[in-house]
């Protein structure tokens, strides 16, 4: 694995304009930057990263049986007791889920090391799955990558053929999410248009324009009731609103199903770490409360059970500017997992963070951001990959 330097196309914005990528640039910044492109071998894919997607996610469904037995470790990952039955029936029912990222730490000669698993409401799709493999085509033809380079990117197929089966048994999906955000409103449009190509019938919403009837189905604007709902807002939120305890007893089929929230939550770590010590792709992780925290000694990263991009997070190690980085944020108050450093590699003046999509509970591709902090953020640049031929 290693960073190669490429002239940007002087179209590209152009491009993405046309392909519908509205958020190459955020916050008066690029967002896309293809000045530089990740090139790694094939056995570095198939043995370094796909492999172990497919063997953590199994050891992920895995820990949901654990989880959903469990009412102690719910409440330790501060899943709301009145769901704990909810969760667990979600569960047992084999509800279907869509999608989820890995987020590694790997640099092509160590064991790629599982940092957290974006379970619920993961974004940076649409650059991962359709404009990263646009760039490699437009490299491919323009003759600067050879013709036989290849991507790890099968995201877009897989997700047409989830919807395709999620929407035998659907006359429509309704796609919600908070449209006034750029990225939410972009990735939700691109799933809908997934699922306009595998033959389903689709309508997009904001999720203040939700109802509920008298029959607890989630209904839309026009009080039409929803028999599927894919919503890019995070399960951890929806179940401590108002309308949260509807999820209980809806017959609409909500994706991500609510089994999801022992998934969506940095309590994972210290689960899989319990069930599996020494896993290689694993890190030693514990909740901050556990008397085993204390053998990380002065080199660990102590992350919210429930937070988002970064946020609130604080890495602690003698190798960083200071010994420590403090990230600011509204999480927190539900509790931390402590995790035992293992920084992101570092190319050139920049921390690379692997992303690694499973699609319908299979391995399905990769998006690499990169940041000049050692924490990922929403600001955090993605960086196109190719496979060396």
């Known amino acids: 694995m290693k960073r190669v330097a490429f002239e940007e196309r002087h179209d590209w914005k152009q491009q993405a304009e046309e392909l519908g990528f509205s958020c190459h640039t955020m916050y008066g910044e690029r967002y896309w930057d293809e000045r530089k492109a990740y090139e790694l071998t094939l056995p570095e894919i198939e043995n370094d990263i796909e492999d172990p ?34 969760v667990r029936d979600s569960w047992h029912r084999r509800d279907l889920d869509l999608y989820g990222r890995f987020d590694f730490a790997y640099d092509g000669n160590s064991p790629a090391k599982l940092l957290e698993f974006n379970a619920d409401t993961p974004t940076s799709l649409y650059e991962s799955s359709v404009f990263q493999w646009n760039w490699l085509e437009v490299m491919k033809e323009r003759g600067r990558l050879s013709a036989d380079a290849d991507q790890f990117n099968s995201i877009h197929e897989k997700l047409v053929d989830a919807f395709r089966h999620i929407g035998q048994n659907s006359p429509a999906i309704h796609f919600s999410a908070i ?3 750029d990225e939410d409103r972009m990735t939700l449009e691109y799933l809908a248009d997934c699922a306009v190509q595998a033959g389903c019938e689709v ?16 209904v839309d604007e026009n009080d039409l009731r ?61 909740f901050s409360d556990d008397p085993r925290a204390r053998t990380l000694g002065d080199s660990y990263v102590r992350k919210p059970l429930l937070s988002r991009e970064g946020a609130n997070v604080t890495i602690v190690d003698p190798s960083v500017e200071g010994g ?66």
């Open 53 to 86: 997607t497919a063997n953590l996610l199994d050891l992920c469904y895995s820990a949901v049986n654990e989880i959903v037995r469990d009412t102690a470790l719910m409440r330790r990952m501060a899943i709301p007791d009145e769901f704990h039955a909810a």
């Open 179 to 181: 449209l006034d955000n």
């Open 203 to 218: 309508a997009t919403l904001d999720m203040s324009r939700i109802g509920v009837d008298g029959d607890d189905w989630f």
């Open 226 to 286: 929803m028999s599927t709902m894919f919503k890019l807002y995070p399960l951890e939120d929806m179940v401590r609103e108002d309308f949260g305890s509807r999820l209980i007893t809806t017959p609409t089929r909500i994706l991500e199903p609510l089994w999801k929230l022992t998934l969506s939550n940095k309590g994972l770590l210290p689960v899989l770490w319990d069930m599996k010590p020494g896993h290689g792709n694993l890190l030693p992780a514990y």
């Open 324 to 389: 420590r980085i403090d990230v600011e944020g509204p999480y927190g108050s539900e509790g931390f997992i402590v995790q035992q450093t293992h920084l992101l590699p570092k190319f050139g003046d920049d921390w690379a963070v692997i992303g690694s999509w499973v699609i319908a509970g299979s391995p399905a591709g990769i998006g690499i951001r990169e940041d000049c902090s050692p924490v990922t953020r929403n600001s955090s640049r993605f960086v196109p990959h190719y496979i060396r031929a």
